[in-house]
């Protein structure tokens, strides 16, 4: 009887706070219905990667192969399985090592600046080109870094080369490229977080620290860097749960033949094997391994920050 009385209160509980917040629920309810649209409903599709499906007999209609399709993966395309392994974790790495921390270095840099006006026109400059199409971005990066580009031309009257350098078909400057690009154009939109984090900081906190004479630069390593730390963390978690995507239309869009050595991702190489070769199944198969690593980075990383410091995602 207890039982079921507490289960009565909950749903009163919950049908009272509807009532209350319900303007609140039908503004989270796009998103809602976006997460489940394409996000649930679409995970029906995973039992293609154990299945040799053919679009003529749908997904319950294809035959069951098991985990064929993993070990065709692993085993028979094994030289181009850890190619694409290493080349998606090794430009995550880099990208968390030199565009992680860009953002919060470029916040905590604004946050010193207190010229309003001044502060205000660097914030949208560096806003501007998150807006940017990927598209646009990788036309920009082919023009500037062409043999007869910019960068060639400007290196070259300074003689610090001798002949033009093929930026765009050597493997060598691929990753460089992409990370460095990615960072020019998010560094801006990604320090908002960062900026919103640090005006949430108690004041009295600096002026403390003032009085007991200490630089602005000490109030940034020991006041602001603190205060910001739990959303640090929590954006570094979430960045380490992404470590085996890369962005495929920015990848697709600068590589060619010349650069798989060091360009080719999971991402291109579903594409190649799923869409261009039809085998739905391969493709599925990869992804759905993709996933899985993520989400296990997602919990390791989880549980390394809840035991180390107080700031975890649950």
């Given at each position: 009887?207890?039982i079921f009385k507490?289960?009565?209160?909950?749903?009163?509980?919950?049908?009272?706070?509807?009532?209350?917040?319900?303007?609140?629920?039908?503004?989270?309810?796009?998103?809602?219905?976006?997460?489940?649209?394409?996000?649930?409903?679409?995970?029906?599709g995973l039992q293609?990667?154990?299945?040799?499906?053919?679009?003529?007999?749908?997904?319950?209609?294809?035959?069951?192969?098991?985990?064929?399709?993993?070990?065709?993966?692993?085993?028979?395309?094994?030289?181009?399985?850890?190619?694409?392994?290493?080349?998606?974790?090794?430009?995550?790495?880099?990208?968390?090592?030199?565009?992680?921390?860009?953002?919060?270095?470029?916040?905590?840099?604004?946050?010193?600046?207190?010229?309003?006006?001044?502060?205000?026109?660097?914030?949208?400059?560096?806003?501007?080109?998150?807006?940017?199409?990927?598209?646009?971005?990788?036309?920009?990066?082919?023009?500037?870094?062409?043999?007869?580009?910019?960068?060639?031309?400007?290196?070259?009257?300074?003689?610090?080369?001798?002949?033009?350098?093929?930026?765009?078909?050597?493997?060598?400057?691929?990753?460089?490229?992409?990370?460095?690009?990615?960072?020019?154009?998010?560094?801006?939109?990604?320090?908002?977080?960062?900026?919103?984090?640090?005006?949430?900081?108690?004041?009295?906190?600096?002026?403390?620290?003032?009085?007991?004479?200490?630089?602005?630069?000490?109030?940034?390593?020991?006041?602001?860097?603190?205060?910001?730390?739990?959303?640090?963390?929590?954006?570094?978690?979430?960045?380490?749960?992404s470590i085996m995507?890369?962005?495929?239309?920015?990848?697709?869009?600068?590589?060619?033949?010349?650069?798989?050595?060091?360009?080719?991702?999971?991402?291109?190489?579903?594409?190649?094997?799923?869409?261009?070769?039809?085998?739905?199944?391969?493709?599925?198969?990869?992804?759905?391994?993709?996933?899985?690593?993520?989400?296990?980075?997602?919990?390791?990383?989880?549980?390394?920050?809840?035991?180390?410091?107080?700031?975890?995602?649950?």
């Open positions: 009887m207890s507490g289960i009565m209160t909950n749903i009163y509980d919950i049908v009272k706070d509807l009532k209350r917040n319900k303007s609140l629920y039908f503004m989270i309810l796009p998103i809602l219905l976006y997460y489940f649209i394409f996000h649930y409903i679409p995970m029906y293609i990667a154990f299945k040799d499906f053919s679009p003529a007999k749908g997904i319950s209609g294809s035959p069951w192969v098991g985990l064929e399709k993993f070990k065709e993966f692993f085993v028979y395309d094994s030289y181009y399985v850890w190619r694409i392994i290493r080349n998606t974790i090794l430009i995550n790495v880099y990208d968390i090592i030199f565009g992680f921390p860009a953002p919060i270095i470029f916040a905590l840099l604004l946050n010193e600046i207190k010229n309003n006006f001044y502060k205000r026109t660097l914030q949208t400059i560096s806003y501007m080109p998150h807006f940017i199409s990927t598209v646009v971005i990788v036309g920009i990066i082919l023009d500037f870094f062409s043999r007869d580009g910019l960068i060639n031309y400007i290196l070259k009257s300074l003689g610090i080369i001798p002949e033009p350098i093929a930026f765009m078909t050597e493997p060598g400057w691929f990753r460089p490229l992409y990370v460095g690009s990615g960072i020019w154009q998010h560094l801006g939109w990604g320090s908002i977080i960062y900026l919103a984090a640090i005006s949430n900081i108690d004041p009295q906190l600096y002026e403390a620290a003032i009085i007991d004479g200490a630089g602005r630069f000490k109030q940034a390593l020991y006041i602001t860097l603190p205060g910001i730390m739990p959303t640090i963390i929590i954006m570094f978690i979430l960045r380490v749960g995507n890369v962005g495929f239309e920015k990848v697709f869009l600068m590589y060619n033949p010349l650069v798989y050595e060091t360009a080719d991702v999971i991402s291109t190489y579903v594409y190649r094997k799923g869409l261009l070769e039809m085998d739905y199944g391969y493709g599925t198969a990869v992804g759905l391994f993709n996933s899985l690593v993520n989400f296990l980075f997602v919990v390791l990383t989880n549980y390394i920050s809840k035991k180390f410091t107080e700031t975890s995602l649950w």
